[in-house]
């Protein structure tokens, strides 16, 4: 089976300028999760779904973050504008329940902000 | 905050050997989850223990949960260089669907 599956792997721009990042979650899990991972602060969730609706947006840093998931099998985490402080990994995470059964997290993209 | 932190920060040790980490959390728990990430991976889901259980096994891992210290333990028997890898836990609280990581245990297991 597939995993979770995360475009593209690395990602580097110029401040300013607009990043989406992808996810595509495994077929039939309900819950999906981005998260953000730095050695400084670690990893954190940033925001999650539940059946395409977000249920928690609360770690989201400011409103030059979004995310969308339009149908079961996609979601976005979109960056604008970014700024150097946004360089990190961000994960996409999904589960077939609620948060508490095991999470199955995609590769990340590692993102460069110049 | 009810983030759990692991004990140690970072752990060498020898092929063969056992390694224990440590992962401290300070609110009550449904269960707690352990997971591995290898460099410039996705972690991955490694064991889950409920509150009413007090030690699991899978393969060479063992983990005990002590819910009276708000503690639990990762033991890694007989070592190997493939189990060289950041660890860590997660914590669900049961009051919402998602889990709080912890800090990680960087372990390194040389030949």
């Known amino acids: 089976d597939a995993g979770v599956i995360q475009s593209p792997r690395h990602e580097v721009t110029e401040m300013g300028q607009e990043v989406t990042l992808r996810c595509k979650p495994i077929?039939?899990?309900?819950?999906l999760f981005w998260y953000r991972q730095t050695m400084m602060r670690g990893l954190e969730l940033l925001i999650y779904f539940n059946n395409n609706v977000p249920i928690d947006d609360s770690g989201m840093p400011e409103d030059r973050f979004s995310a969308k998931m339009p149908n079961a099998s996609f979601s976005t985490l979109k960056i604008q504008p970014s700024e150097p402080r946004d360089s990190a990994v961000y994960f996409c995470a999904s589960s077939p329940g609620q948060g508490s059964q095991p999470q199955h997290f995609g590769d990340g993209t590692r993102l460069s902000i110049l | 905050s009810q983030q759990g932190e692991e004990d140690p920060q970072a752990l060498s040790i020898q092929e063969g050997e056992n390694a224990t980490m440590n992962c401290s959390y300070k609110t009550s728990i449904n269960n707690l989850q352990w997971y591995r990430q290898n460099s410039g991976r996705g972690l991955v889901h490694l064991i889950l223990?409920?509150?009413?259980?007090r030690e699991k096994h899978s393969g060479r891992l063992r983990v005990t949960l002590d819910t009276s210290k708000k503690s639990s333990s990762l033991l890694i028997t007989a070592s190997r260089a493939a189990d060289t890898a950041s660890y860590f836990c997660?914590?669900?609280?049961?009051?919402?669907?998602?889990?709080?990581f912890g800090t990680g245990t960087r372990l390194q297991v040389t030949l």
């Open positions: 997660a914590i669900d609280t049961g009051t919402a669907s998602k889990l709080t």
């Open positions: 077929s039939g899990h309900d819950y």
């Open positions: 223990i409920r509150s009413n259980e």
